[in-house]
């Protein structure tokens, strides 16, 4: 399967704790995005990486959100002492460096008990 | 800021109808404006749009985009129950890393 991968697909964690989200891209984009997605909503746009470079991030960011792509490849987005607020369904997305279509992968749907 | 309005929210028809979505939208410097299918995981795509008056079509369904009066519509003829789904709109401006803007979506069901 060479389309948009992402690890875990569900995390169930307690308020307080730190959580690790993977994404893997299509391999020839170099461009990756994510967006957060709550029930009854689209998805809203969070960061954006071309290659290795986070080039914009949105204001929805709090500090304790971090999203790397070390390698131009795979990204990671952490969040650090989560809160019931941050339960959502967590995108990611890839495209090519002409700025193509995006598309998107399973996601990971994220509890904060 | 960039938006957009999908229209009805939710929808319930019969196997076999025809059924029309409307998008609309206001963005900064427009690129393109993108139809997404959305059942319980990923959005997948369906159509990018980036001239008025061409319409897309993918078997049953086809989109059609108007920049002047900035609204797209997504019509899906002869429904059939694997058509239900969320049907997402998006747009996307030119620059900041093409970066997509979503509206809330319209739920289509579709009953026997």
């Known amino acids: 399967d060479t389309g948009v991968s992402q690890n875990p697909r569900h995390k169930i964690t307690k308020r307080g704790q730190n959580v690790t989200f993977r994404c893997d891209p299509i391999?020839?984009?170099?461009?990756l995005y994510w967006y957060r997605q709550t029930l009854g909503q689209g998805p809203e746009f969070l960061t954006y990486?071309?290659?290795?470079?986070?080039?914009?991030k949105s204001r929805l960011l709090s500090d304790r959100f971090s999203a790397e792509r070390p390698k131009g490849s795979f990204s990671t987005l952490e969040i650090q002492r989560t809160e019931q607020g941050d339960s959502a369904m967590y995108l990611c997305?890839?495209?090519?460096?002409?700025?193509?279509?995006?598309?998107f992968g399973p996601g990971t749907r994220l509890l904060v008990l | 800021e960039d938006k957009v309005v999908q229209s009805p929210l939710s929808l319930v028809v019969h196997e076999g109808d025809t059924v029309t979505l409307n998008c609309s939208y206001e963005?900064?410097?427009?690129?393109?404006l993108l139809w997404y299918k959305q059942e319980k995981k990923a959005p997948t795509f369906l159509f990018m749009l980036?001239?008025?008056?061409i319409e897309k079509k993918s078997g049953r369904l086809s989109s059609i985009l108007d920049k002047k009066e900035l609204f797209s519509i997504l019509n899906i003829t002869a429904t059939q129950t694997g058509d239900s789904a969320i049907y997402l709109c998006?747009?996307?401006?030119?620059?900041?890393?093409?970066?997509?803007?979503f509206g809330t979506g319209t739920q289509l069901k579709v009953e026997l």
């Open positions: 963005v900064t410097n427009f690129r393109s």
């Open positions: 997305a890839s495209s090519n460096n002409r700025g193509e279509t995006q598309y």
């Open positions: 990486f071309q290659n290795e470079a986070q080039l914009e």
């Open positions: 980036t001239s008025s008056g």
């Open positions: 998006a747009v996307e401006a030119q620059g900041g890393g093409n970066k997509l803007t």
């Open positions: 391999s020839e984009h170099n461009r």
